[in-house]
């Protein structure tokens, strides 16, 4: 499995820190950037890691700024996006299950880093559920392509 993870300045130690977890998990790890906490801006990361899912470069992604919310936003203004931003394990869990999140957003001013493997952990073993909530993710696409439901 390739996991693409980005960041903003404020999510670089954290991203570095998950980026060693995942190797030694024995994952493929594609580090879009940012590479040091020099200010930036977190569209640009969030929108690199979007486009390696919705290009299959990469399987999932995870990305990280201040709040996990930035990153969040931008990330789904991209189609086939689905970035949750989990600051727990049971919503990343569920984030999978029923929403079929394929970007996992986490903020590094928010979580430790300790909680943030746990909620990575939860968010990759969770397999989507398929079912009722495939029509809702049909329905996404749909609001994608600007369909009326």
Avoid at 26 to 42: N, Q, T
């Amino acid at each position: 499995m390739n996991i693409a993870l980005g960041c903003d300045h404020a999510g670089v130690l954290l991203k570095n820190e998950l980026i060693a977890y995942l190797a030694d998990k024995k994952l493929s790890v594609i580090d879009k950037g940012a590479h040091s906490p020099d200010r930036v801006h977190y569209p640009v990361y969030a929108k690199l890691v979007a486009d390696a899912v919705v290009n299959k470069e990469a399987d999932l992604g995870i990305l990280i700024c201040g709040s996990g919310i930035g990153v969040s936003i931008a990330a789904n203004k991209v189609n086939g996006i689905r970035a949750a931003v989990c600051s727990e394990p049971y919503s990343a869990r569920v984030s999978k299950e029923h929403n079929d999140s394929n970007i996992l957003a986490i903020g590094a001013r928010v979580v430790g880093a300790e909680l943030a493997k746990m909620i990575v952990d939860a968010w990759l073993d969770a397999r989507f559920s398929g079912g009722v909530h495939q029509e809702r993710i049909d329905m996404l696409a749909a609001i994608e392509q600007g369909k009326r439901l």
